[in-house]
């Protein structure tokens, strides 16, 4: 996706039939944006120790990669779809992964909700980021043709709860417009609150089985004719020959592998977790960048691949020990 294509040629193109040449070029001088595309790996290790991977999957040349960024003391965040925006009339663009700030405020201006809304004390992080997309999504006058469910953009949220332990989540958020004149084809559009999708722990509490945890954007392929390429366990599950070889060279591997097979993925030391990922991440990146690293409650999170952009860290601290979980709290099956 060209750095600098109309977000509303972008967003069509990339979801959804492609515009007209005469519909691209009517929509020149619309805010651009450029969009990230990936998928994020993520395994809670013995002694909860989380270790996780982003993987580039660009939608063109020239997009974006995923960036991470630290939420607050205990979460980081791994960011995709328009992370990247730049308005006509500013030569600096906007990155969402840039001077980040949570706020334990209510949100200032009046969303439109979906129902079925998660936890409330996602709103910390949740807002923060609803506050920035506002006035960017908010200069979106074209009609967008694509499906209510697709989201602009999505943050998985890695880290800690205070007295629950590690969680992984997908926040995602959505845009829905009103035609507000006929003539002109003129568009009001509005950033949705987030849907949250918890990812880890398991449903189940903790006889649930505890394997990798995966997520990526988009969801879908671009196009019909092309194939998603299968999540990381069931390379593991399925006996994938390079995932094989991994297993068989190496005595350490083995018996990881044999005890996420098991849905016991939590009991794997975290140094062979992630020496796991570190070997097999280039076999499937399909040759695309990636990065890997580490969370840990009390010291925080550590690279082991680091990005090619340094990563800003925040002095956030208005989330409270006492916060609540993000999460839901596990039940007895």
């Known amino acids: 996706?060209?750095?600098?294509?109309?977000?509303?040629?972008?967003?069509?193109?990339?979801?959804?039939?492609?515009?007209?040449?005469?519909?691209?070029?009517?929509?020149?001088?619309?805010?651009?944006?450029?969009?990230?595309?990936?998928?994020?790996?993520?395994?809670?290790?013995?002694?909860?120790?989380?270790?996780?991977?982003?993987?580039?999957?660009?939608?063109?040349?020239?997009?974006?990669?995923?960036?991470?960024?630290?939420?607050?003391?205990?979460?980081?965040?791994?960011?995709?779809?328009?992370?990247?925006?730049?308005?006509?009339?500013?030569?600096?663009?906007?990155?969402?992964?840039?001077?980040?700030?949570?706020?334990?405020?209510?949100?200032?201006?009046?969303?439109?909700?979906?129902?079925?809304?998660?936890?409330?004390?996602?709103?910390?992080?949740?807002?923060?980021?609803?506050?920035?997309?506002?006035?960017?999504?908010?200069?979106?006058?074209?009609?967008?043709?694509?499906?209510?469910?697709?989201?602009?953009?999505e943050v998985v949220i890695v880290g800690f709860a205070p007295g629950y332990g590690p969680e992984v989540w997908e926040m995602e958020y959505r845009i829905e417009q009103e035609q507000v004149a006929t003539r002109?084809?003129?568009?009001?559009?509005?950033?949705?609150?987030?849907?949250?999708?918890?990812?880890?722990?398991?449903?189940?509490g903790k006889h649930a089985p505890h394997t990798l945890v995966e997520s990526r954007y988009p969801a879908e392929p671009a196009t019909k004719n092309q194939a998603a390429e299968p999540p990381l366990i069931a390379l593991i599950q399925g006996g994938d020959p390079a995932i094989a070889r991994l297993r068989s060279g190496e005595p350490r591997f083995a018996k990881a592998l044999d005890s996420i097979d098991r849905g016991q993925a939590q009991k794997v030391p975290a140094v062979?977790?992630?020496?796991?990922?570190?070997?097999?991440?280039?076999?499937?990146?399909?040759?695309?960048?990636f990065f890997l690293g580490t969370m840990e409650e009390q010291r925080g999170f550590d690279w082991i691949v680091p990005p090619d952009e340094p990563v800003e860290k925040t002095d956030d601290k208005t989330r409270p020990p006492q916060a609540p979980s993000l999460r839901k709290k596990p039940t007895t099956p």
């Open 1 to 153: 996706m060209s750095r600098h294509l109309p977000i509303a040629a972008f967003l069509a193109s990339f979801l959804f039939p492609v515009l007209t040449t005469a519909q691209t070029q009517q929509r020149e001088d619309e805010i651009v944006a450029s969009l990230a595309g990936g998928r994020v790996i993520v395994q809670v290790a013995k002694d909860d120790v989380i270790v996780f991977a982003a993987i580039d999957q660009p939608v063109e040349v020239k997009s974006v990669p995923p960036r991470l960024l630290q939420l607050d003391a205990t979460h980081v965040g791994i960011i995709f779809g328009a992370t990247e925006w730049q308005s006509p009339a500013s030569p600096e663009s906007v990155r969402l992964d840039r001077n980040f700030q949570s706020t334990s405020q209510g949100p200032k201006q009046n969303y439109a909700p979906y129902p079925g809304q998660a936890e409330p004390d996602l709103e910390t992080i949740g807002i923060a980021f609803l506050e920035k997309l506002r006035p960017l999504v908010g200069q979106l006058h074209h009609k967008l043709d694509f499906r209510p469910d697709d989201p602009l953009f």
């Open 184 to 204: 002109g084809e003129y568009w009001q559009t509005r950033i949705l609150r987030p849907r949250f999708n918890q990812l880890y722990p398991p449903e189940g």
């Open 272 to 289: 062979d977790a992630a020496d796991f990922l570190r070997a097999a991440l280039p076999l499937i990146s399909g040759g695309n960048k």
